[in-house]
């Protein structure tokens, strides 16, 4: 893995994890990433930032290269996937987008379709945007981090070279024939 250059480091959003404290603490990749302080750890809605990009999987739109890659700030929403479905149904404040679809590597979600970490989700937005290094420094904390990437290099790769939204559908549609499409 290669370490992100300072200028990289500049370059990438400042990221944020909205803490619910819904999952085992041993478990919770945004513990962890806080505790290396990769993130800035979030304990009310009303503190994330108006103009940060937050990473919703019930927003209405994909996460795009541009989005990603000019967004300042980012958010990932930390909760238990049992209550993704309530906590979800509402909008949060900044630019709600969700990922386009990728397989999960966490060893609890192993395989499945967008049922990510919030690692995963960080990471892949990063991706996206063009800050691989970055996303892979996230990732590399986690024995099971550099699989997330080797299970999703190619449709993040495409994804990242996408030039809208409905590239990105098209490019998820070819990857992942069967996944539900908004």
């Known amino acids: 893995m290669e370490t992100p250059t300072e200028e990289q480091l500049s370059a990438a959003p400042k990221l944020f994890v909205y803490l619910m404290c819904q999952d085992d603490p041993k478990k919770c990749s945004s513990r ?12 009310n809605p009303r503190w994330i930032p108006r ?13 795009t290269p541009a989005a990603a890659k000019n967004m300042r700030k980012l958010v990932v929403i930390d909760c238990s996937w049992r209550r993704a479905d309530q906590v979800f149904s509402k909008r949060f404040r900044g630019v709600n987008r969700k990922l386009p679809t990728l397989l999960a590597a966490n060893p609890v979600n192993y395989g499945h379709r967008s049922i990510l970490s919030s690692v995963e989700a960080l990471a892949a937005a990063l991706c996206i945007g063009g800050f691989w290094t970055v996303g892979e420094r996230l990732l590399s904390i986690f024995k099971w981090g550099p699989t997330f990437l080797n299970l999703n290099r190619e449709p993040l790769s495409d994804y990242s070279a996408a030039k809208n939204a409905e590239e990105i559908i098209r490019i998820e549609a070819e990857y992942f024939p069967n996944a539900p499409r908004s």
Request: charged share 20%.
């Open 32 to 43: 962890k990433l806080s505790r290396f302080k990769l993130v800035t750890p979030i304990y």
């Open 51 to 63: 103009d940060a990009l937050v990473l919703n999987p019930s927003a209405q739109e994909v996460v």
